[in-house]
């Protein structure tokens, strides 16, 4: 709009000129300018409608866009001609009109060619600015994961230790020491990355479901199921954990006894990696459960959507007794 005013500023003293009235130039840049104004406002909705990233189709509906409006402008001016007197002398001449639709057109293509351009470089520089808060919000992720630094070394010849000990007199709990550390070497390991193979968060996850076996004991059953050629598809760390943790947290709260859940991870195409977590149980709505339930789910969400703008989908579904959640995301 800003733009449309400073051109009438510049264009109307030529109008004055041209009509050799001041009241007509202002009708003239009424008609002209003002029309122009409000064809440019429908283009603008409909480039943010129809917005692609497809240059070949973006193109056909700038060429598209802009040429019917300018054909539906130039016909106003030939319907007006009678009341401007420069327009009457203008469609005179059949080849000074089609000039003037042409010219009509042209203005349109260079403002939607300023327009777009402005409008990828805002883009370009808000990816920019998302994928530094994705980077962060990762950051964050990964210290919720392992806040304590502890000296690996130290901390793996402790549970080997410990492992040692209990192996023999209990098999699971040695069974559990051994998950844990597993986990942990895992999080370690993997803490700075940004993305992993999706096969070694899979074998986490199942660690950690191992280790709440052992602790939940008959009262929790899991089932871990992954499809080999996707264990070496690249997702960003930390994305499984949230909903492992949510599906043992509030199933426990839900669900009878056993809480089941189930971890499986296929291809439904070539080009689509899903998550599939299932628990026993209902869904609880995080406005039931106050401010802090489901943080790690609403991270989530933050980060898949920085990450894979409308390039993902997270499904949760609630239905005879059980909770679906279901993520899918582009294969790397």
């Known amino acids: 709009m800003a733009g449309w005013a400073a051109f009438v500023m510049v264009t109307f003293p030529l109008k004055i000129e041209l009509t050799g009235a001041f009241g007509v130039a202002l009708f003239l840049c009424l008609v002209r300018d003002g029309s122009s104004l409000i064809l440019t406002l429908a283009l603008r909705s409909l480039y943010r409608r129809y917005w692609t990233e497809n240059a070949g189709r973006m193109a056909g509906i700038v060429i598209l866009g802009c040429t019917a409006a300018g054909l539906l402008q130039s016909g106003v001016f030939f319907l007006l001609r009678e009341f401007l007197p420069l327009e009457a002398e203008i469609f005179r001449y059949r080849s000074i009109a089609f000039s003037v639709i ?5 203005l349109l293509y260079g403002w939607s ?14 990816r920019q600015l ?3 808060l994705a980077k962060t919000a990762q950051q964050g ?6 806040r304590a630094q502890t000296n690996p070394h130290f901390l793996f010849n402790a549970l080997n230790t410990i492992r040692a000990g209990v192996e023999e007199a209990s098999p699971p ?3 559990m020491v051994q998950s844990l550390s ?5 999080s370690l390991d993997h803490s700075q990355s940004d993305l992993i193979p999706l096969g070694r968060e899979f ?10 076996k052992v602790r939940f004991g008959d009262s929790l059953e899991f089932v871990c199921e992954i499809e080999p050629s996707l264990r070496e598809a690249l997702v960003p760390g930390i994305i499984l954990q949230p909903l492992v943790e949510n599906a043992v947290k509030y199933g426990q709260e839900t669900s009878e006894f056993p809480l089941s859940v189930a971890v499986r991870i296929t291809a439904p195409t070539a080009q689509t990696t899903r998550m599939e977590i299932v628990n026993s149980g209902h869904w609880l709505e995080p406005r039931t459960r106050g401010k802090e339930s489901h943080l790690g789910l609403q991270n989530l969400r933050h980060r898949l959507e920085l990450l894979y703008p409308d390039r993902h989908r997270l499904d949760i579904a609630g239905k005879d007794g059980s909770v679906r959640v279901r993520l899918e995301i582009p294969v790397l």
């Open 102 to 106: 042409y010219e009509r057109i042209g």
């Open 113 to 126: 060619f300023l327009y777009l351009g402005i409008r990828h470089a805002l883009q370009s520089r808000q």
């Open 130 to 132: 998302e994928l530094a």
């Open 141 to 146: 992720a990964e210290l919720q994961m392992l």
């Open 173 to 175: 709990l040695g069974r």
């Open 182 to 186: 597993d986990f942990l070497r895992f």
């Open 203 to 212: 074998d986490a996850m199942r660690d950690y479901l191992a280790v709440e």
